[in-house]
């Protein structure tokens, strides 16, 4: 499987995942957070990674947008967290 994989780049984060790089400005991000629901609060939510078989569910809302991201690092929020 493929993991997600962030990283801080000037005054934003980068996701990766597969061929897929998606850039957040860090100044945009408002919470980050668990999504305990399966599917996501957030219907129009951005979908990164699979769904199926993954425990832990890492949601970013910015000021324009929402990010779910789909991963089995339990660590994955913290390390957002940590990059802000």
Do not use: C
């Not at 100044?27 to 993954?54: L, M």
């Amino acid at each position: 499987m493929f993991n997600i994989k962030v990283k801080k780049i000037d005054d934003s984060i980068l996701i990766k995942w597969q061929l897929n790089k998606i850039k957040i400005p860090i100044a945009e991000i408002v919470d980050i957070s668990i999504d305990d629901t399966y599917a996501g609060e957030d219907p129009s939510a951005i979908r990164i990674g699979f769904p199926y078989g993954t425990v832990e569910r890492v949601r970013i809302k910015t000021k324009s947008s929402s990010y779910l991201l789909y991963t089995n690092s339990s660590s994955l929020k913290g390390k957002i967290s940590s990059l802000l």
